[in-house]
């Protein structure tokens, strides 16, 4: 850049010098900074993006550690220059890593981190809420309304899906999509099919409860079956959400194929990784498949969609806030805050990078560790015992 990028200063005589390239929610992940004599810097460049050169302003000579975003590229790049500044921390706000060379990282010396267990209910809640936006056609009415054209009640006035008692598909029993699978089926008494390469014991046993809870009130019992493959889930299931991890096994996981599969009134929904559907082919199916709905919070090459998903009114689509509650937000922020300067001061790795809540805990100080470091074991770094 032909200026200097422009920044916010917080305890500027501070020791360490911890650059974050944007503004972050709330304000103790400052505190715990420059409680420990780190001079923080905010970047206060009005662009949604930061390019590698500013980045690499930012960083100059010196500087001791980076908070980052899931929308930065960093590379061989931005870790070399890190490391010539002193730097051996970086921690992205994101419990994703995909836009990190971790590898790149390991070579320079650098601790990568991330947020993991923050955002599990949060986004489970984004999942569900697209869920019920796409079956009821919420977005749809909104925009009618909104135009002035509802002039009386009709039978056949936005007619959407009804969910209870019907069956919900999940891809990926993890962390978030077993939080998800519990909020369809305890709200709406869905029935679960689930895929998943690992048996989710916690969530069959969770179904299987409220199950015998729902018939000893003399009401219909819930079931749960494991899928053997996920096109039984893909063919079976009412509403389906996706929560796999991205990797070459689950890129374009969802192809022209697999759409074909599915039930013509199916809702699919996406808040895990963009690129797990192909979304052109997406765009072939909701064109003609009028009644089949889509809920999604990513895309395949973000911030940009694919042409013609803006155009289908069967698609509702919101911008990556899977994860975007105060409460979250202001959690990633600590995470990544505390990743960084666990680093600076030499701290172990926490032993359960889900176990969060004593770094989250505002009334007693945060645990003297990192929270998660996803190259800890390349670099060598030890476990705390705590």
Same mark, same amino acid.
């Given at each position: 850049?032909?200026?200097?990028?422009?920044?916010?200063?917080?305890?500027?005589?501070?020791?360490?010098?911890?650059?974050?390239?944007?503004?972050?929610?709330?304000?103790?992940?400052?505190?715990?900074?420059?409680?420990?004599?780190?001079?923080?810097?905010?970047?206060?460049?009005?662009?949604?993006?930061?390019?590698?050169?500013?980045?690499?302003?930012?960083?100059?000579?010196?500087?001791?550690?980076?908070?980052?975003?899931?929308?930065?590229?960093?590379?061989?790049?931005? #870790?070399?220059?890190?490391?010539?500044?002193?730097?051996?921390?970086?921690?992205?706000?994101?419990?994703?890593?995909?836009?990190?060379?971790?590898?790149?990282?390991?070579?320079?010396?650098?601790?990568?981190?991330?947020?993991? *267990?923050?955002?599990?209910?949060?986004?489970?809640?984004?999942?569900?809420?697209?869920?019920?936006?796409?079956?009821?056609?919420?977005?749809?009415?909104?925009?009618?309304?909104?135009?002035?054209?509802?002039?009386?009640?009709?039978?056949?006035?936005?007619?959407?899906?009804?969910?209870?008692?019907?069956?919900?598909?999940?891809?990926?029993? *993890?962390?978030?999509?077993?939080?998800?699978?519990?909020?369809?089926?305890?709200?709406?008494?869905?029935?679960?099919?689930?895929?998943?390469?690992?048996?989710?014991?916690?969530?069959?046993?969770?179904?299987?409860?409220?199950?015998? #809870?729902?018939?000893?009130?003399?009401?219909?019992?819930?079931?749960?079956?494991?899928?053997?493959?996920?096109?039984?889930?893909?063919?079976?299931?009412?509403?389906?959400?996706?929560?796999?991890?991205?990797?070459?096994?689950?890129?374009?996981?969802?192809?022209?194929?697999?759409?074909?599969?599915?039930?013509?009134?199916?809702?699919?929904?996406?808040?895990?990784?963009?690129?797990?559907?192909?979304?052109?082919?997406?765009?072939?199916?909701?064109?003609?498949?009028?009644?089949?709905?889509?809920?999604?919070?990513?895309?395949?090459?973000?911030?940009?969609?694919?042409?013609?998903?803006?155009?289908?009114?069967?698609?509702?689509?919101?911008?990556?806030?899977?994860?975007?509650?105060?409460?979250?937000?202001?959690?990633?922020?600590?995470?990544?805050?505390?990743?960084?300067?666990?680093?600076?001061?030499?701290?172990?790795?926490?032993?359960?990078?889900?176990?969060?809540?004593?770094?989250?805990?505002?009334?007693?100080?945060?645990?003297?560790?990192?929270?998660?470091?996803?190259?800890?074991?390349?670099?060598?770094?030890?476990?705390?015992?705590?």
């Amino acid at each position: 850049m032909e200026k200097p990028v422009s920044i916010e200063v917080w305890n500027p005589k501070g020791k360490f010098r911890v650059i974050s390239t944007k503004s972050m929610p709330g304000t103790r992940w400052i505190r715990l900074l420059t409680d420990q004599d780190c001079r923080v810097e905010i970047c206060t460049e009005k662009k949604t993006i930061l390019s590698v050169e500013d980045i690499l302003a930012l960083i100059g000579d010196k500087c001791d550690g980076v908070i980052g975003q899931l929308t930065e590229d960093w590379g061989e790049v931005l #870790f070399s220059a890190l490391s010539r500044a002193g730097g051996r921390a970086f921690s992205n706000m994101a419990v994703g890593y995909n836009n990190v060379d971790v590898n790149a990282a390991t070579k320079n010396g650098v601790a990568v981190g991330n947020t993991p *267990g923050v955002l599990t209910e949060t986004t489970a809640e984004l999942a569900a809420s697209l869920s019920l936006a796409a079956a009821r056609r919420i977005v749809e009415a909104d925009e009618f309304m909104r135009a002035g054209l509802y002039d009386g009640w009709l039978p056949h006035l936005f007619v959407g899906n009804l969910l209870k008692g019907q069956t919900i598909g999940v891809i990926g029993a *993890g962390r978030i999509g077993s939080a998800y699978a519990r909020m369809m089926i305890e709200g709406f008494k869905m029935n679960l099919i689930y895929y998943d390469l690992y048996q989710a014991t916690r969530l069959e046993k969770f179904v299987t409860a409220y199950g015998q #809870f729902l018939k000893s009130n003399g009401e219909e019992p819930v079931t749960w079956k494991r899928a053997a493959t996920m096109e039984d889930v893909l063919r079976e299931a009412d509403v389906i959400s996706l929560h796999p991890i991205l990797d070459k096994t689950t890129y374009h996981l969802i192809n022209k194929e697999r759409l074909a599969i599915m039930k013509k009134e199916a809702v699919l929904v996406n808040a895990s990784r963009g690129p797990v559907i192909d979304e052109v082919a997406l765009v072939e199916h909701l064109k003609a498949n009028p009644m089949f709905r889509v809920g999604l919070d990513v895309f395949e090459d973000e911030p940009y969609m694919k042409p013609g998903l803006a155009d289908q009114k069967n698609a509702v689509i919101v911008p990556h806030i899977a994860s975007a509650s105060k409460w979250t937000r202001e959690g990633m922020a600590t995470l990544a805050a505390l990743n960084v300067l666990g680093k600076i001061k030499g701290y172990p790795m926490w032993s359960n990078p889900n176990l969060v809540e004593p770094f989250l805990n505002e009334n007693s100080a945060p645990p003297a560790a990192c929270p998660s470091i996803v190259n800890a074991k390349q670099l060598g770094l030890t476990a705390s015992k705590l």
